[in-house]
């Protein structure tokens, strides 16, 4: 079993600046993908960005050079920063795990940008 704890969320002005945490505890193999998901009120989960063991790295296109994911693989964690926020940015973000065949998500973490 896989845990997943996100952190970072908060309340920032358009133009701020957040970096979100996801800690992943328990049975964690080597090779895993780990993504971050967005789900604005009354809309559907939302890729944001994705990054697979090797590094390789994938991007929402509303989120193509604002936002970056990383990994430290060492303490098993995944990070998105999140630059020059914007309004529309408001969502619930989730941490996932892609560890086949199961699949884990966190709870997710409030991401509010005001105008």
């Known amino acids: 079993q896989v845990q997943l704890v996100e952190s970072g969320g908060g309340l920032v002005h358009a133009g701020g600046s957040l970096r979100l945490s996801c800690a992943a505890s328990g049975s964690i193999a080597s090779i895993t993908t780990m993504a971050w998901y967005r789900q604005a009120p009354g809309k559907q989960r939302d890729l944001v960005a994705s990054i697979t063991s090797a590094g390789s790295t994938n991007y929402a296109d509303s989120v193509e050079d604002r936002f970056t994911i990383s990994r430290d693989n060492a303490k098993n964690t995944v990070y998105l920063q999140m630059n020059s926020l914007k309004p529309e940015d408001t969502a619930v973000y989730y941490c996932?795990?892609?560890?086949?065949?199961?699949?884990?998500w966190g709870q997710g973490t409030q991401v509010t940008v005001s105008s």
């Open positions: 996932k795990m892609i560890q086949p065949p199961r699949v884990y």
